[in-house]
């Protein structure tokens, strides 16, 4: 299995937290009180997404 390949899951996590991310801030979720521990853990969960692939990214570069 190549690198690539490999990063497709990342970035598919990465789209369902964000769609996630929109969904719970709508206005059906508005009385929630969980809702401002998760909206402020999703885009610091990505961030570290991000990093991680990129690590992985550069450990795995073929040049």
Known sequence: MSSELKLLPIA????FLSIVGH??????FSEARWLEYVAAIIPLSMIAIVYFAFKFATKNDDR
Do not use: A, K, Q, T
């Open 12 to 15: 598919l996590l990465c789209v």
């Open 23 to 28: 969904f719970i801030l709508s206005s059906l």
